[in-house]
């Protein structure tokens, strides 16, 4: 079955320690995208990335980094410097230009930091 | 002021009812306008994407979009307990062809039996 994969599922961390993230597709699409949902917020653009080796940052990019090595991957990581780690993170992914408002997202993961 | 509007509920209707769910926007240039569905703890799934204007109809959902009021709408026919979750709205512009959805906060729908 095709599909985009998180892990893990929920994740604890301390603060000060950076934390990775990851996120796999096997839909063969060109695109990929990291968001953060908080409560009331709705989903905030982190970084999205249209094809390997390549990622731009998104609105609230401070704290992350990305890398996109393989066209399936696309791991997030959330650094000592972001303020306020703790929330839901979701990955997505598109066949990018002209079907890129179709996203579809992974099952997320949820990130506690003490 | 945030550039999609949508109203978090919580809205809770008896099984059968229809459910009315809608977004405002600010910005004319979306073009693009989705749907998506959460159940807690998930991921969103898309459950409809509309371009411009118009209704667009699948099963029990219908999409409108409206756009010289800026204004999206989401109906759920004959609702089921199992149409229970978070519906979010989203859109994007044409020319931003690499997909920067902006999302609405999302609605949380309970259906009673």
């Known amino acids: 079955d095709g599909g985009i994969t998180q892990s893990p599922k929920y994740l604890f961390r301390k603060e000060g320690q950076n934390v990775t993230l990851s996120c796999e597709q096997n839909?063969?699409?060109?695109?990929m995208y990291w968001y953060r949902q908080d409560p009331g917020q709705g989903l905030r653009l982190i970084y999205y990335?249209?094809?390997?080796?390549?990622?731009q940052k998104g609105d609230i990019a401070e704290g992350y980094s990305v890398s996109r090595e393989k066209k399936e991957s696309f791991p997030l990581t959330v650094t000592s410097a972001q303020k306020n780690p703790t929330a839901f993170y979701l990955c997505?992914?598109?066949?990018?230009?002209?079907?890129?408002?179709?996203?579809?997202f992974g099952p997320g993961t949820r990130l506690t930091v003490t | 002021q945030k550039e999609v509007e949508q109203d978090p509920g919580p809205l809770s209707v008896p099984e059968g009812a229809i459910v009315s769910l809608n977004c405002t926007y600010s910005n004319s240039a979306f073009q693009y306008f989705m749907w998506y569905r959460q159940y807690s703890r998930k991921g969103p799934e898309l459950l409809m994407y509309?371009?411009?204007?118009g209704n667009k109809e699948d099963g029990r959902f219908t999409a409108q979009v409206d756009k010289s009021s800026k204004y999206i709408s989401l109906f759920i026919r004959d609702s089921q307990p199992s149409d229970s979750a978070t519906y979010l709205c989203a859109m994007t512009y044409p020319t931003d062809s690499w997909g920067k959805l902006q999302f609405g906060a999302g609605t949380q729908v309970v259906v009673t039996p």
């Open positions: 990335s249209q094809i390997v080796n390549d990622f």
């Open positions: 997505a992914s598109s066949y990018g230009q002209g079907r890129s408002y179709e996203q579809y």
């Open positions: 509309t371009y411009s204007s």
């Open positions: 839909l063969n699409h060109d695109a």
